[in-house]
């Protein structure tokens, strides 16, 4: 019940494309569901996150979808670049210190 | 800021030797925290410190791994003796507060042959 389910784990995108990454948890007490996004030889970063009283947020390319009632999040990239080739992790947690992260997804956006 | 600073970035030991990683999280920060990621597991907890106290170490793999945080702007993960299954990128993150957002450090890459 702890998990946080991430999918895919690797996603090839063309430059200009929408990269689409899925998590989906079970744990209810989660209330805060951060992103981070890791470049190679650096630490997660945190790139947007929300709360599950809204459905959505948007941070200029990026948006975090919010789906309560199925227990889903997602997050999306607009005109994806080159640059935003990275692996991506969701998380979430409960307002506590234990952050769940999922298992990544390795980005690759074609020039 | 100069963000949570880990050292070393690379650490390459034998097997049974003793490595210390060490941490200066951000000024002002008093929650701390010890992740280990692979490949397999992904990114794994394995200490949380609030206010320089340990608060939980249920992640810490078994007592060959220690932590300790003897003040509020360092902290040192050591692993004694080392296997060459602890191979793997050992990460520092610091928080405001508990609950705040993660701050991660660069991570030392440890090799253990």
């Known amino acids: 019940q702890q998990q946080v389910k991430q999918s895919p784990q690797s996603l090839i995108v063309q430059k200009g494309g929408i990269s689409i990454i899925n998590c989906a948890y079970e744990?209810?007490?989660?209330?805060?569901f951060p992103w981070y996004q890791q470049f190679p030889g650096k630490g997660p970063a945190l790139l947007i996150a929300i709360r599950p009283d809204v459905s959505e947020k948007k941070e200029g390319r990026f948006t975090i979808s919010f789906n309560k009632s199925a227990k889903q999040f997602s997050l999306h990239i607009m005109d994806s670049q080159p640059g935003d080739s990275a692996t991506y992790f969701c998380?979430?947690?409960?307002?506590?210190?234990?952050?769940?992260f999922g298992t990544g997804t390795r980005l690759k956006v074609l020039a | 800021d100069a963000g949570v600073i880990q050292s070393p970035r690379h650490e390459v030991t034998e097997m049974g030797q003793e490595v210390t990683l060490r941490c200066k999280p951000i000024s002002g920060h008093n929650s701390l925290f010890w992740y280990r990621q692979t490949m397999m597991r992904g990114l794994e907890l394995l200490i949380y410190f609030n206010n320089n106290v340990p608060i939980d170490d249920s992640g810490m793999p078994e007592d060959r791994f220690s932590a300790k945080m003897p003040n509020a702007s360092f902290s040192t993960l050591k692993i004694q003796p080392s296997e060459p299954r602890d191979s793997a990128v050992y990460f520092c993150a610091s928080s405001l507060a508990q609950g705040d957002i993660q701050y991660f450090g660069a991570g030392t890459r440890l090799s253990v042959l």
């Open positions: 998380a979430a947690t409960s307002g506590t210190y234990k952050y769940i």
């Open positions: 744990n209810t007490a989660f209330d805060y």
